[in-house]
Structures are given as C-alpha cells and as structure tokens.
C-alpha cells in the first residue's frame, strides 16, 4: 500500500483503473488511450505533505527537491505503462472495500552508478500516446530504497495490491 495518496487523486483511483480496463460498460471515450504510469524518484528532503500536494508530474520535476530517474544517468531506466486489463480490481462487499493490484514492475540492468532511488510513484495518463507530464496525475507515492548497481531492480507490489479505496 502506498506511502501516501496525492490529493489529486482521492477518490478517483477506482474510476481511473475502471477506464484503463473498460469494463464499466459505461463510454470511456475521453479514455481510450490512458493507463497508469510507474517511475522511479528521488525524494530529497520533502516530506510526504509537500509531495502529496503536486497536481502533476510536471510540477514534481519543477520542484526543488524530488527528482526522476533519467535514462542518461541510469542507463536502461524507463516508465512502465500498464494498460488494459493488466490492473485487478478486487470489489470485497464483506469489507466494503475495493483493492487495486499491479503485476510486480521489472528494470532490467538498471544502470549503476546513477541516482539513488528512494520512492516509485503510480500516475494516471489520460493518453498514453499524446500525453505530456503536465497531463499525468499522480495517485499513489510507495517507499522504495535501492541503489542500482547494474543488475535488475524489481519493485514487488504487494501481496493486497497497491491501493485500498475504502
């Protein structure tokens, strides 16, 4: 489960994964190219209250403090797209609950020598194929410490997914 939630994004996580996988059966017209969006960041020393105040991702990079990850600096990094029905949505009626899962999101070689992760963010992207990071809204910020040294780094979701809707 995620370290934090942007306020962006409260409430909307479970509509968000609805559209990616189009199985509302509602028009998702305004959708049909979006998906979730997992990068990998350098904190700095903001706090989760300064983090979670960011209306875009955009506006992360253009903060002082937390960083992407660059292909440049670490070689082979790249955001992952999940799209389709890749996200599962668990509805638990007895719990009054809904959970999202991912798969476990793989970088393989991921360059040594470059920057310190400490965080892995999941945003939404309303158009995986035209969209910009000023359109990404970032939902969910997970703790996740490694130093790459060149081989695979795996971020493992886990077991009850990434995120409760309660």
Do not use: C
Not at 48 to 76: F, K, R, W
């Amino acid at each position: 489960m995620p370290d934090f939630q942007h306020n962006i994004a409260k409430g909307r996580g479970t509509q968000w994964v609805d559209e990616i996988r189009q199985t509302s059966g509602f028009s998702n017209a305004g959708y049909v190219n979006s998906g979730l969006i997992v990068s990998l960041w350098r904190r700095g020393t903001d706090t989760d209250d300064i983090l979670n105040n960011h209306d875009d991702i955009a506006a992360m990079e253009a903060a002082a403090q937390p960083a992407e990850l660059t292909s440049g600096v670490n070689a082979n990094y790249a955001r992952k797209t999940i799209v389709d029905t890749t996200p599962t949505v668990t509805i638990d009626d007895t719990n009054n609950w809904v959970d999202i899962d991912i798969p476990d999101q793989t970088w393989v070689a991921l360059g040594a020598g470059g920057t310190a992760i400490t965080d892995l963010s999941i945003a939404f992207d309303p158009d995986t194929t035209a969209g910009t990071d000023s359109t990404l809204r970032p939902w969910t910020f997970h703790a996740f410490a490694v130093t790459p040294d060149g081989s695979d780094v795996t971020a493992q979701i886990a077991t009850l997914g990434f995120f409760r809707s309660q």
